[in-house]
C-alpha cells in the first residue's frame, strides 16, 4: 500500500525496503537513511513530516528516495549486507547509476556500497557520518533501542541530547 502525504509517497521496495519518495526529477538521489531505525516500516505522522521538511529543498532538483532497512535482519547482517539490498533494490526499480547519500549510520552503508557497486554510483555524498560509531555512539543506539522497543519514543529521542551537546 502506498501512502501520500504532503507531496511524498512512502512505500515498500519490491526487495521489502521501506522508503519516501519526494520530487519529479528525472535525477534520482537515493539516502541511505540513519539512526537506528527499529520499525522497520514507512515514516508517518511526525516522522513523514520531518522528512519531508528536511528533503524538500533537494526534491527541487531530484526525486528523492530516503530509504531504510528491511525488518527481520539477523543480528549478524552487516552493513555489506545492508548495501547489497540497496544495490538490488536500485538495479530493479531506478535502472542506476543515482546520485547516493549516505546519512548518519547509514554512511558505513554508503561505503561499502560504493565500492562493491560502483556501477551504480553518480556521486557519492556521505553526511554527518563516519566510517564506524563511537563508543559513546554504540552506547546511545542500544539505550535509544532498549527504549523504543518499550514504545517510549519521546525518552529515547531525548536520550541524544547529551551526545549532541556534552556538559564537559
Known sequence: MTIKYAKAKTGYSNNGLPYVRMGNSSRNLVIFGGGPD???KPPSGFMLRMYTSSFKLLAKDYTVYL???????PADYSTRNMSNDYATMIKEELGGPVDIMGLSSGGPIAHHFA??????VRHLI??????????KGKEWTRRFGDLARQ????????????LMYPSN
Do not use: N
Request: positive net charge.
Open 115 to 120: 565500492v562493491d557497486h560502483p556501477d551504480l
Open 67 to 73: 530509504v531504510s532497512r528491511r525488518s527481520g535482519l
Open 126 to 135: 556521505l553526511a554527518e557520518t563516519g566510517y564506524s560509531l563511537s563508543k
Open 38 to 40: 527499529f520499525e522497520h
Open 151 to 162: 514504545v517510549k519514543w519521546r525518552t529515547a529521542a531525548t536520550s541524544i541530547i547529551p
